[in-house]
């Protein structure tokens, strides 16, 4: 199987954090550590991380000069560079983001801490890469993650968000989603390390063609792309360690995990004006038609178009995208699990509607 973890070097020269940082990274990340400036860039030379982490424990003016030097290379002038600090000085922390560090982590290091800080410096460099796309989707992938944060940060901090402010940040997107370079968008969220925006990014794409094949226009689609959107935002609750397991979840995992549909929908609750089509896609994208989804266990005709439009968009927006534990399956394969082992579970009408509207895109 393809690799799919984002490769990092680790520069350190303590030889016991080294092991530590590389064990507890594993499961998330390819690391290489090195205690050698010079094996670390040439290692990195051959094999292009996404990012480089070098730790304080060294002389500190010699990372500050390494960064230096090293944002002089263009190998390295875009690449996330996180300085592991040893305490929390600001003072360090301003030299080292002055050098060109793209930011800084202070002990005493814990895994979440560790994760935040290098998926956003991953992230961060995916969004630069924005930039060289044209004018329409740059604009459209920058409003989606202006609008996932935003509802995601005041909603959870307890704030209302009315829908008509969301709808109206959605413009870019919208216009996006309506115009013919869907794939852009759906490349330009690939490898962004926040994995429930880029999956909820995909599935507004794929729910809105859907709605379009059924022959929805204007509000009722954009219904269907900001429903997609926020589908999932009760994931932020979720623990990362369950969210990008590699294996099959526990019982008690699951558990967990499947109490993102409720949260998402507590969180929606705080968007007055929000219709009643979103809260649609949000709790009901995980029912099945033989009524062994969740939450609810609805089956049959209790299922309205738009859940099993949001299911279908859901399970090929998972299946086709790539993971921190598996590759991206070609649309092929996943169209053929979904119409052979899913079929109980999935509406084949539509499923047979947005295969051929697919087709005709050409997706990668
Ligand atoms: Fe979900
Ligand atoms: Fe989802």
Redesign the pocket.
């Known amino acids: 199987m393809k690799e799919s973890r984002p490769k990092l070097v680790l520069l350190d020269a303590h030889a016991g954090l080294r092991e530590q940082i590389t064990a507890a990274l594993g499961p998330l990340y390819l690391i290489k550590n090195f205690s050698l400036t010079a094996d670390a860039l040439r290692y990195a030379h051959v094999t292009e991380p996404n990012a480089i982490l070098i730790s304080e424990a060294r002389a500190q003016d010699m990372n500050y000069a390494l960064v230096k030097s090293m944002r002089l290379d263009p190998l390295f002038a875009m690449m996330p560079i996180v300085i592991l600090l040893d305490g929390n000085d600001s003072g360090q922390r301003a030299m080292a983001l002055r050098a060109g560090a793209t930011s800084c982590l202070a002990k005493p290091y814990n895994l979440s801490n560790f994760v935040r800080i290098i998926s956003t410096a991953l992230s961060a460099s995916v969004e630069k890469r924005w930039e060289s796309l044209a004018p329409l989707q740059a604009e459209a992938l920058k409003c989606g993650i202006a609008v996932f944060n935003d509802v995601s940060e005041r909603t959870v901090a307890g704030e209302n968000v009315p829908y008509a402010e969301i709808s109206a940040a959605c413009e870019p997107l919208l216009a996006a989603v309506n115009d013919d370079d869907i794939d852009s968008l759906l490349q330009g969220v690939r490898d962004h390390d926040n994995y429930t925006f880029s999956h909820s990014l995909r599935v507004s794409v794929f729910l809105s063609m859907l709605g379009r094949a059924c022959g929805l226009t204007g509000d009722d689609l954009n219904i269907l792309t900001i429903g997609g959107l926020l589908?999932?935002i009760?994931?932020i609750a979720i623990p990362s360690l369950i969210l990008n397991k590699a294996g099959k979840l526990s019982n008690a995992e699951f558990t967990i995990m499947k109490g993102?549909?409720p949260a998402?929908l507590k969180l929606l609750d705080r968007s007055p004006g929000l219709p009643r089509g979103a809260v649609i896609i949000?709790g009901q994208?995980?029912e099945k038609i033989d009524g062994s989804g969740y939450p609810d266990g609805l089956s049959g005709r209790r299922l309205n178009d738009l859940a099993r439009m949001a299911a279908i968009a859901?399970v090929f927006g998972a299946l086709t995208d790539r993971r921190v534990y598996k590759s991206a399956m070609a649309p092929e394969r996943a169209f053929s699990i979904m119409s052979g082992e899913m079929r109980e579970h999935l509406d084949m009408h539509l499923l047979a509607l947005f295969r051929e509207m697919l087709l005709d895109a050409k997706l990668h």
């Open positions: 589908h999932d009760g994931k993102h549909v998402t949000a994208h995980h859901d």
